[in-house]
Each structure stands twice: as C-alpha cells, then as structure tokens.
C-alpha cells in the first residue's frame, strides 16, 4: 500500500517526510510549556462537578420577572451600538480616503498606519480612558466603540474606494470638474452601498461589544451581567444570556439580509 | 396609445435619486435622536473642558508624568534624575498657595518601566499560555463538530441542524462573557479563562472549518466510496488531506484572537495580564497602567504581524 502511494514520483526528502513529526513535536513542546507553566489552581472535581450542575440547572429556570428590565437594557445596549456604529462610521470617512492608495497618494501608508495604531486599542481600555473623562454611563462606551471602530471601518472603507471604476470621475475631470465635484459624483456614488454595507457589518459586532462593555461600566446589559454573576444569583443570569443571545442573533439574521440587498 | 420608455413609475422613482438620499438621511437623524434621547446623551458633554482635562490626565499619567496636587508632594517631588532632590520655590508656591495642579517628569522613567515589566513577567507569560491551551483545545475539539456541520458529510437533517444551531449559540456569547460567568462558577484563576478561550475558539473553529468542509472537492471521496472505503477511511484519506492547510491557518488565526482576548480576560478576573491592569487601574498606579497597554499593543501588533506572514505561507 505505502509503496504504491508514490508510483513513478521520487521519493520525497527526508526532511519532508519528518516534517508533519517535527511539527507536531514543536506543538507539543509548545503545549507542554504552556501548560506546566500556567499558575493556577486545581479543582477538587468531586465540589465542581456537583456545584456547576446546580449552576446550569438554575441558569436553565431563568427569572422571568426581570424580562421587563432586561428589555430596557438590552434596548439600552442596542441603541449604543446604533450610536457607536453612527459615529465611526462617519468619522471613518477621510481616514477611509486618505487611506485609499488612488485618493490618499503618498499618504495612504500614514492613513493606513493610523488605522492600524487605532486598531490596536482594544475597546475596552478605550472605554476605561473615556469613564475618566465622562464618568460611567453609555456615553463612555459609544464613544470607545465609535473610536475603535474606525479602524476596521476605515480599512473597509480604503479597500472599496482603491477598487472604484475611473471613468466617472476621468469624464469629470475632462469637463473641468475640481477635485470636491469628482468625489462628490463621481466616488461616492459607487461606494455609498458598500460603505453603508460595511456600517452594518460593524453594527453587528458593535452590538456584540456593547453586551460587554458594562463590564467596565460603561452602559450596556454587561453591568447587570457583571453584578448578577458577582452575586450569585443564577437564574438572572441565565435569562440575560438568553436575552443577549436572542437579540445577537435578531441582530445578525437581519443585518445579514439587508446587507445582501444593499450589495 | 404609446408611453415614452423612461415615464413608467421606476423610471420616475430612479431619476428622483435625491429622494432616496434624502429619506435615508432623515431616517438617520431619527436614529440618532431617538438613541441620544432616550439614552440622555448630549454632544455639550464633550464640548465642557472637564470632560478633557479629565481625559488628558489619564493619558499624561499613563505617560512618563507625575501629577503634583498636594503640598507635600510639591515639597518632594522636584528634580530631574532624583526624586528627593531640593524643591522648586516657585512651583511649590504655585502648588501650595495658588492650587495649581503641575506635572512632572519622572525620573529614570526608561528603566524604572523595564524593571516592572520584569516583575510582571509571569502574569505576561501567563497570557500567552492561557492563550495557548485554549486555542489548541477549541481547534482539537473543533475537529469531530465541524465534519457534523458539513452538509456534504452529514445525510441526516437532525445531526446538521443541531450541531449547526448549538455552534451559532455558542459563538453569539462574546468571550468576555464566557469568562465572566466561568471566573463566576469555578472562581477567579488562569483556569476559567482557558476554558472561556477553549469554548470561544471552538465556536470559531468549528464555523469556519465546517465552511471549508462544504467546499472540498467531492471527487476523491466518491472514488473512495465505489471501491468500498468505509466512512473513517474516507473522511482519513478524502477530507483531511484537503482542509488541513486550511485548518492549520484557521487554527492560528483563532490564536491571534485568543492571544488579544486573553490580555482583557483579566478585566473579570479570568487570569493573565488583565488581572494586573485591574489592579494597577484601582490603585491608580496609572503609570504601570500605562505599561500594561504598551505591552498589549505590542502583543497585538506583534501577533497580527505573525500570523498574517504565516497564513500567507499555508493558503
């Protein structure tokens, strides 16, 4: 059977043939330094087992007469990410042209540069910088998803101006038109549906970050989230899961369908 | 009777493009009023200069600079390379008598930095462990979840679906939520936030490895079936040969998630970095916060780097 695999091929190299060993000696290597490093505790199974059932099983009988609540919050949480998503998807719109390589020129290495760095905050140390400034509330979290968002927006942005169709805006520039008039009529026309198709992509996973940045305390269901899992009282828990993952998905299922009508 | 080709009602509806504009932006400021109303937000809260002076102190602070507000302070805290060298009167009076807040530089910055970030060596290391273990668990398990989630492997609708709906659940849970109701259930610890890593990463894997299932060629495993190849055989020798490029790619991409998320999973006490950067931020230690948010984004930028220079050489 081996010998008939390589019929009329050389036989590979040996470093070839060890490859797929080597590689997963690396990784277990790898694992094995993660693993024996990691400092933390070991759990008596014989508590945890019997302990997480009655965790699940409570979590599983959600308190239903925190529904009323639950829906102003998680609306609280919706609207943030709508604000969020508004901000930086406007904001997004020069960094998005100077990033472009055909409207940016020699800038769009430094637009692109700053999507990147902007990137690189993670959400919720943006939120932590803007509770200092606002103090806690939803405006310090629309605000860290406005700013953070830019980045991905941006880049989304650059990319579907740097693939626009010329002749609009060469046809202007042959009737005189100055450089506001050609992006006015001849670019953002054809990348209007797209930008806004992009909007909503981050408007579904802005509504993915807005659950959790009350955790920080910056509005948002993550703040009821926090402080019912901190007290212990499960069944609330459970049904906040289920209120998150029920509007995450309504999210998603619609967004998807309007952005393949946009597109 | 004949119409002229561009009077009919889409016609007319296409030549009124400004209409369309118009209503989507109408429609726009409907949100966002309707939003900043009913969450009480106001645009003035950004133009009032407490809101910035706030701000701008966090940020020096997380910087090289020390604030100076209380007179003893101001009695100590002057000099250029030594922290108890002789006061500045001029600045001491402008703290103590006029209320001034000052900043000033501190000294040996560099290398006081470099110290701590060699005494938080471990809870760094720590990060990338946990990262480690929870991305190696997610793709492992990943495996068997995502053959059930391909249409082309799985005849029966019941198998498909569930396994299908029970992915999508599991990925609508953020991963800082994962964490937050693990660090909850089995106490704070390194150890909840592999796990929340491992059931994150899964959801990921198991989705996007699942899709490239779908696609494969279906070629080798029909020739496999006719000459009487069994379902292990097939899946052996037809499927893996033909994801596992795909999967090692996916494999990392979903560490380089991981290795950013567990740098946060701290915030809720699921071990790593972020336990420490919890810890400095309410001591208000901001300095050493600002260290910690250096290393983050280095880990970040690093990891990106990597990982997109890697997957470019597998796919």
């Known amino acids: 059977m081996t010998a008939a695999r390589n019929v009329g091929l050389a036989p590979l190299p040996w470093w070839r043939r060890w490859a797929p060993g080597f590689f997963t000696l690396v990784v277990l290597a790898v694992l094995y330094w993660a693993g024996a490093g ?3 505790y070991t759990l008596d199974w014989r508590q945890t087992i019997p302990q997480s059932v009655r965790i699940l099983d409570l979590m599983f009988h959600p308190d239903w007469a925190y529904t009323p609540s639950l829906a102003l919050k998680l609306l609280e949480t919706v609207q943030m990410a709508l604000l969020g998503t508004l901000l930086a998807s406007v904001l997004a719109v020069p960094f998005g042209f100077l990033a472009a390589r055909n409207m940016g020129k020699k800038f769009s290495y430094f637009g692109k540069f700053l999507l990147n760095a902007i990137r690189a905050f993670p959400e919720i140390i943006l939120a932590i910088i803007f509770i200092k400034g606002v ?7 629309i605000m860290a998803m406005g700013i953070h968002s830019i980045g991905m927006i941006g880049k989304l942005y650059a990319e579907s101006v740097e693939a626009i169709d010329r002749g609009p805006t060469e046809a202007m520039l042959s009737v005189g038109a100055n450089r506001i008039q050609q992006i006015w009529f001849g670019v953002i026309p054809q990348v209007l549906p797209e930008f806004s198709s992009y909007a909503l992509y981050r408007f579904e996973i802005n509504s993915r970050a807005a659950t959790i940045l009350g955790i920080v305390g910056a509005g948002g269901i993550g703040t009821d989230l926090i402080f019912a899992i901190q007290q212990r009282v499960w069944d609330r ?9 029920v509007v995450v998905t309504i999210i998603d299922v619609g967004s998807g369908w309007l952005r393949k009508k946009l597109v | 009777m004949m119409t002229p080709p561009d009077s009919g009602p889409k016609e007319k509806l296409a030549r009124m493009g400004w209409l369309k504009s118009a209503v989507t932006i109408l429609a726009l400021v409907l949100v966002y009023a309707w939003c900043s109303s009913s969450l009480r937000i106001a645009p003035g809260q950004f133009t009032s200069g407490d809101t910035w002076k706030a701000m701008g102190d966090l940020v020096i602070r997380l910087g090289p600079f020390h604030r ?6 101001a009695n100590t805290a002057w000099g250029d390379d030594d922290p108890i060298a002789k006061p500045d009167p001029a600045k001491v009076k402008a703290v103590c008598e006029d209320g001034k807040v000052l900043y000033v ?3 040996h910055y560099l290398t006081s930095q470099v110290e701590y970030l060699n005494e938080i060596k471990d809870p760094l290391l720590d990060t990338f462990r946990m990262a480690i273990l929870g991305a190696f668990f997610g793709a492992l398990l ?3 979840f995502s053959l059930l989630a391909a249409r082309n492997l799985v005849r029966s609708k019941i198998v498909y679906w569930t396994v299908r709906i029970m992915l999508n659940l599991i990925r609508t849970v953020p991963d800082l939520v994962w964490a937050a109701l693990l660090a909850g259930a089995l106490g704070a610890g390194a150890l909840p936030g592999v796990i929340a890593l491992g059931i994150f990463s899964f959801g990921l894997n198991a989705k996007l490895l699942s899709e490239s299932v779908e696609t494969i060629d279906p070629g080798p495993l029909e020739a496999m079936q006719a000459c009487g190849a069994n379902r292990f055989q097939q899946i052996r020798y037809g499927v893996v040969p033909q ?6 790619a996916y494999a990392l991409y979903v560490l380089e998630i991981d290795v950013r998320a567990s740098t946060i999973l701290g915030l809720v006490g699921a071990g790593g970095i972020g336990v420490l950067f919890n810890t400095e931020l309410t001591y208000m230690r901001y300095r050493n916060v600002g260290a910690i948010v250096v290393v983050m984004l280095v880990i970040v930028w690093a990891m990106d780097f990597i990982s997109t220079k890697v997957r470019e050489r597998l796919i």
């Open chain 1, 135 to 141: 103090g806690p509330g939803p405006l310090a979290g």
């Open chain 1, 38 to 40: 990691l400092k933390t």
């Open chain 2, 68 to 73: 100076v507000q209380t007179c003893k302070d």
């Open chain 2, 105 to 107: 530089y501190v000294p």
């Open chain 2, 243 to 248: 994801v596992l490029p795909q999967f090692l």
């Open chain 1, 237 to 245: 828990v459970g049904i906040i899961l289920l209120g998150i993952i």
């Open chain 2, 142 to 144: 990943a495996v068997p």
